[in-house]
């Protein structure tokens, strides 16, 4: 379906990132890869999907070097035609006791960078009148748990971002939608199950437990794989007219 289409995914060398850019590519999308850490193991693992496959460090937090990626998969790609803002980090604690620090970086990677990558990657995708833009929220896009004010603000605004880069593309075949996951088990959960667990001397499954049953009435986590499907959905004709919604795939969190 995406055969001699080209998706950058930012913050896709762990985790969500990383499946919804397998997802892509398992459609045949040449895929930009993006994010810290190891970068041979993901690259390895698209190109064994039969697609071209590139990497970019850029540091989200800096607006000149998203504005570098964005050129350099355009030299090597010809164009972005899906976009999926995806890089995040976390961080928990009291509004009160909440690093200012923290906060800016938490704003600049969460919610800053889907602005650039996408003010950037408009114009060829109008040109081309077909593209697709998928912010990766958060079930924290909808509704707000303590002790995570920047992710929760920063999480909202992509949410509230979304549409109106919705309702700027509707008329053209540009659409931007959002994805909202409850937990999942990546990187950056495991740190707060590992916190959980130090903090009350409970066991990894114990603390596994308790983090899902405060939240989650599935008790499961959702995968990447399964988020994976739902961004190849996004990018499907029969998406076509699927327009700035946030779709949460959540085990049941945001219904109750
Ligand atoms: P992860 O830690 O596994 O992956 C984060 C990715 O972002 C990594 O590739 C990392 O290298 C990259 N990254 C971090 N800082 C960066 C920076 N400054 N510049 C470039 N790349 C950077 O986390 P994940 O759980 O896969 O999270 C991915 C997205 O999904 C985030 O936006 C997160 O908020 C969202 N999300 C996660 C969950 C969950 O339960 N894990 C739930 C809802 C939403």
Request: glycine residues 10%.
């Amino acid at each position: 379906m995406l055969t001699g289409k080209t998706a950058l995914v930012t913050g896709s060398t762990s985790g969500i990132g990383l499946g919804i850019a397998k997802a892509l590519a398992g459609q045949g999308a040449n895929i930009m890869l993006n994010g810290f850490g190891d970068v041979e193991g993901p690259k390895a693992e698209i190109a064994s999907l039969g697609v071209k496959v590139g990497y970019h460090g850029a540091d989200m937090t800096k607006p000149a070097e998203i504005e570098d990626m964005m050129k350099a998969a355009a030299a090597r790609f010809g164009r972005v035609d899906v976009l999926v803002n995806n890089a995040g980090i976390q961080h928990v604690a009291k509004v009160e006791d909440f690093p200012p620090e923290r906060w800016d970086a938490v704003i600049a990677i969460n919610l800053s960078s889907a602005f650039h990558a996408t003010r950037l990657a408009l114009p060829a995708m109008k040109a081309a009148n077909w593209g697709r833009i998928i912010n990766v929220a958060s079930v924290h896009g909808l509704v707000a748990s303590t002790e995570k004010v920047a992710y929760v603000a920063a999480k909202h605004g992509i949410v509230g971002m979304t549409k109106v880069v919705a309702l700027e593309t509707a008329t053209t075949g540009v659409t931007c939608n959002a994805i909202c996951p409850g937990w999942v088990l990546t990187p950056l959960v495991q740190k707060q199950v590992d916190a959980k667990a130090a903090a009350n001397g409970w066991s990894n499954e114990e603390a596994t437990r308790r983090l899902l049953g405060e939240k989650e009435p599935s008790m499961q986590f959702t995968t990447p794989e399964e988020l994976g499907e739902l961004a190849v959905f996004f990018c499907s004709p029969a998406a076509n007219n699927v327009r700035g919604v946030a779709w949460n795939m959540d085990g049941g969190w945001a219904a109750q």
